[in-house]
């Protein structure tokens, strides 16, 4: 049975900014970390900025992470899991910002799908960081494969990279990140696209651009190369999000055409409104409890809990299993937020499960 190390040996697959960064901040966290790339040059330069301890795979690693681009990680994926010789207890996972199409190829207990929160305008191994992840959101997608103990040792290395791990369901991630993610990025690289186009004649236009045309055109410097793949594997959301921006800015348009100045006001208002309400990074919450929950030895449970909490927007700050020695059922313990811990027992009842809350010492 897996469980919970205080550090191990770890795979990083693919050295670029999300690789990099997941090699530093896990090194700090004592693991031995080891690298590959299909750049030999780049696996190089890994090692010598000290980014990885050594180049190649380890058939021994606890925990493979592939940071690979969507076109590729299914097969990459895929072939770390397809390995005999590798380690039985191994935990593989991935970064990939489109969950659907991996999760739905790889019903496999080795494997719980993943996606950090988090980038950098700089590419490549020069952006990489071991405090990239710090705040972030770790989506991981549990589902009706999923081994509870792989996904609390999954959860805990997450957390102690700094990140929050969010569960979510594998469509539900693909849908919103398309909102918060995907079209965010396509419409800063439109303006800036419209900027490029607009200074051609007019040469003062691109030095006129202030702090916010700045800030809404930041991650269009990010690294190109990914999103074809991305926009690709997640086109259905992509586009069903774009839809309905079109019809936002069809409606401005109206609003400004005519002069509608109360239509107008009223559009800006609620999204300033709803922008100064935006969470910052995620912290730990400083009041916690644990909530146990008596489960049964069945596929999806963990997924089923989990995503609960994630529709009620409580963050699991930590996970374990403590399983019955008669077998065929155990109880997950749940580090959370104190002032939501009610909503979340109340609704795991509703559906069935026995739980109880407790104040940590």
Same mark, same amino acid.
């Given at each position: 049975? @897996?469980?919970?190390?205080?550090?191990?040996?770890?795979?990083?697959?693919?050295?670029?900014?999300?690789?990099?960064?997941?090699? !530093? $901040?896990?090194?700090?966290?004592?693991?031995?970390?080891?690298?590959?790339?299909?750049?030999?040059?780049?696996? =190089?330069?890994?090692?010598?900025?000290?980014?990885?301890?050594?180049?190649?795979?380890?058939?021994?690693?606890?925990?493979?992470?592939?940071?690979? *681009?969507?076109?590729?990680?299914? /097969?990459?994926?895929?072939?770390?899991?397809?390995?005999?010789?590798?380690?039985?207890?191994?935990?593989?996972?991935?970064?990939?910002?489109?969950?659907?199409?991996?999760?739905?190829?790889?019903?496999?207990?080795?494997?719980?799908?993943?996606?950090?929160?988090?980038?950098?305008?700089?590419?490549?191994?020069? &952006?990489?960081?071991?405090?990239?992840?710090?705040?972030? @959101?770790?989506?991981?997608? %549990?589902?009706?494969?999923?081994?509870?103990?792989?996904?609390?040792?999954?959860?805990?290395?997450?957390?102690?990279? $700094?990140?929050? *791990?969010?569960?979510?369901?594998?469509?539900?991630?693909?849908?919103?990140?398309?909102?918060?993610?995907?079209?965010?990025? !396509?419409?800063?690289?439109?303006?800036?696209?419209?900027?490029?186009?607009?200074?051609?004649?007019?040469?003062?236009?691109?030095?006129?651009?202030?702090?916010?045309?700045?800030?809404?055109?930041?991650?269009?410097?990010?690294? %190109?190369?990914?999103?074809?793949?991305?926009?690709?594997?997640?086109?259905?959301?992509?586009?069903?999000?774009?839809?309905?921006?079109?019809?936002?800015?069809?409606?401005?348009?109206?609003?400004?055409?005519?002069?509608?100045?109360? &239509?107008? /006001?009223?559009?800006?208002?609620?999204?300033?409104? =709803?922008?100064?309400?935006?969470?910052?990074?995620?912290?730990? *919450?400083?009041?916690?409890? !644990?909530?146990?929950?008596?489960?049964?030895?069945?596929?999806?449970?963990?997924?089923?809990?989990?995503?609960?909490?994630?529709?009620?927007?409580?963050?699991?700050?930590?996970?374990?299993?403590?399983?019955?020695?008669?077998?065929?059922?155990?109880?997950?313990?749940?580090?959370?937020?104190?002032?939501?811990?009610?909503?979340?027992?109340?609704?795991?009842? /509703?559906? &069935?499960?026995?739980?109880?809350? /407790?104040?940590?010492?």
């Amino acid at each position: 049975m @897996t469980q919970p190390v205080d550090s191990g040996r770890v795979l990083v697959i693919g050295m670029g900014l999300i690789g990099g960064s997941v090699a !530093l $901040g896990l090194k700090e966290q004592g693991f031995s970390v080891s690298g590959v790339d299909l750049d030999d040059t780049r696996e =190089a330069e890994a090692l010598r900025l000290g980014i990885i301890d050594a180049i190649g795979d380890d058939l021994s690693a606890d925990l493979v992470v592939v940071c690979v *681009p969507a076109a590729s990680v299914v /097969e990459v994926v895929g072939e770390v899991l397809a390995n005999p010789l590798r380690s039985a207890d191994v935990i593989v996972t991935d970064v990939c910002g489109v969950k659907v199409p991996l999760v739905t190829a790889m019903r496999d207990v080795r494997f719980i799908g993943g996606h950090p929160m988090a980038g950098s305008e700089q590419l490549g191994l020069d &952006g990489a960081r071991a405090d990239l992840f710090v705040g972030a @959101t770790w989506v991981l997608t %549990p589902g009706p494969t999923t081994d509870a103990s792989r996904y609390a040792r999954l959860s805990s290395i997450v957390a102690r990279l $700094g990140a929050m *791990p969010l569960a979510l369901d594998a469509a539900d991630h693909d849908r919103l990140v398309a909102v918060v993610s995907h079209v965010p990025h !396509l419409l800063a690289a439109t303006l800036m696209h419209r900027a490029v186009i607009g200074a051609a004649s007019d040469g003062a236009l691109l030095q006129l651009a202030a702090g916010g045309f700045r800030d809404m055109t930041r991650v269009a410097a990010g690294d %190109p190369a990914i999103w074809p793949e991305l926009c690709a594997a997640n086109a259905t959301a992509i586009t069903a999000t774009l839809d309905q921006v079109i019809g936002d800015l069809h409606d401005l348009r109206a609003m400004v055409s005519t002069g509608d100045r109360s &239509g107008l /006001e009223r559009f800006l208002t609620a999204s300033s409104t =709803a922008r100064r309400a935006l969470p910052a990074k995620q912290v730990v *919450p400083k009041s916690l409890v !644990l909530l146990k929950v008596v489960v049964t030895d069945r596929p999806g449970i963990l997924a089923d809990v989990t995503t609960v909490a994630s529709d009620l927007q409580v963050n699991v700050v930590d996970l374990q299993i403590a399983h019955s020695v008669e077998g065929g059922a155990g109880v997950l313990q749940l580090t959370i937020d104190e002032l939501r811990s009610q909503d979340l027992r109340r609704a795991l009842v /509703e559906r &069935g499960y026995r739980c109880t809350l /407790e104040a940590l010492a």
